[in-house]
């Protein structure tokens, strides 16, 4: 049975705000990608649902039934999806039981597996950027190669995303050896303006782990101003996505604004940092906003 593209249920008293936001968040949107797609569900439509009626605590039924849906569609992303974002069982135990959920986490883990062993085989021809720097020539030049690297695959089919999560790992590795051996931000003052955002840029790739441990180095050079202040807020609102599910300042697609409080608890911590946009407001008027 296909999902209507009209529910939206009323907010549960076991159901937070924020939990509230999000999941109706994610059906909207999915629902307008189905209609523009002629009503027609991928296998990332059936997965946005059941993740939204898992938050939303509603309809655990048909949550269940969407969920291998979209499994059934397509195995390989599938897996590579549930490994990636699915969490642990206590994401999934309002549909799902504990058998269900580690017979599909052992199926996706070996898929997984046996695709990346695949794709490794085959890496030898990956484009990498050379380890090379002996002056600012060439530090310009190794910057150059991140930043192709950076979008070489990031868009396209999931060996594509594959690729690109190989050349994601290499590039950063390279930022740490050059982290160690600057022991500061690559901005403005060392490789240019033109070129200051690419440190950023690798970090804001990584994952979330490597965000946290470079934020007071992306910050320290903000404040200095070694690096405009939209790169800060964009990592700020990446590392407040994967941990909390919503962003500050709006630069993250499809992702809801916490709550006003929050955002002003943020402002007010930060504010210091970039002083020319305080507040959520205005800092949207002088963004692009896009996501990265």
């Known amino acids: 049975m296909k999902p209507r593209l009209d529910y939206f249920p009323k907010q549960s008293a076991d159901v937070s705000a924020s939990d509230y936001s999000y999941g109706i968040s994610i059906l909207g949107e999915t629902y307008q990608k189905v209609k523009s797609d002629q009503g027609v569900f991928n296998y990332a439509d059936y997965w946005n649902i059941a993740v939204a009626l898992v938050r939303l605590k509603t309809d655990a039924v048909s949550a269940k039934e969407y969920l291998y849906q979209s499994k059934k569609l397509n195995e390989n992303n599938f897996a590579q999806i549930f490994e990636e974002l699915g969490g642990g069982f206590d994401a999934w135990e309002y549909c799902l039981l504990?058998?269900?959920?580690?017979?599909?986490?052992?199926?996706?883990?070996?898929?997984?597996?046996?695709?990346?062993?695949?794709?490794?085989?085959?890496?030898?021809?990956?484009?990498?950027?050379?380890?090379?720097?002996?002056?600012?020539?060439?530090?310009?030049?190794?910057?150059?190669?991140?930043?192709?690297?950076?979008?070489?695959?990031?868009?396209?089919?999931?060996?594509?995303?594959?690729?690109?999560?190989?050349?994601?790992?290499?590039?950063?590795?390279?930022?740490?050896?050059?982290?160690?051996?600057?022991?500061?931000?690559?901005?403005?003052?060392?490789?240019?303006?033109?070129?200051?955002?690419?440190?950023?840029?690798?970090?804001?790739?990584?994952?979330?782990?490597?965000?946290?441990?470079?934020?007071?180095?992306?910050?320290?050079?903000?404040?200095?101003?070694?690096?405009?202040?939209?790169?800060?807020?964009?990592?700020?609102?990446?590392?407040?996505?994967?941990?909390?599910?919503?962003?500050?300042?709006?630069?993250?697609?499809?992702?809801?604004?916490?709550?006003?409080?929050?955002?002003?608890?943020?402002?007010k911590k930060y504010g210091n940092v970039y002083p020319e946009a305080r507040t959520a407001e205005k800092f949207r008027l002088v963004t692009n906003q896009k996501n990265f």
């Not at 022991?183 to 303006?193: A, D, F, Q, R």
């Not at 990446?238 to 709550?259: D, E, F, H, L």
């Open 98 to 267: 504990r058998t269900e959920y580690d017979v599909i986490k052992a199926e996706c883990a070996a898929l997984n597996a046996k695709n990346n062993a695949s794709i490794l085989k085959g890496s030898g021809n990956l484009p990498v950027p050379k380890r090379r720097d002996k002056g600012k020539g060439e530090l310009i030049d190794l910057l150059n190669g991140l930043m192709e690297n950076d979008q070489r695959y990031r868009t396209g089919s999931v060996e594509n995303r594959s690729y690109q999560q190989l050349l994601d790992r290499e590039n950063l590795s390279v930022i740490d050896e050059l982290y160690k051996k600057y022991n500061t931000y690559l901005g403005k003052s060392l490789v240019g303006e033109a070129h200051s955002t690419v440190m950023w840029l690798i970090i804001q790739h990584s994952s979330l782990e490597s965000m946290e441990k470079y934020l007071p180095c992306i910050i320290e050079a903000v404040r200095t101003r070694e690096l405009a202040a939209a790169p800060l807020k964009m990592l700020l609102d990446r590392i407040a996505s994967i941990s909390y599910g919503y962003q500050y300042y709006g630069t993250q697609k499809g992702v809801p604004m916490a709550s006003a409080e929050i955002i002003g608890m943020i402002n």
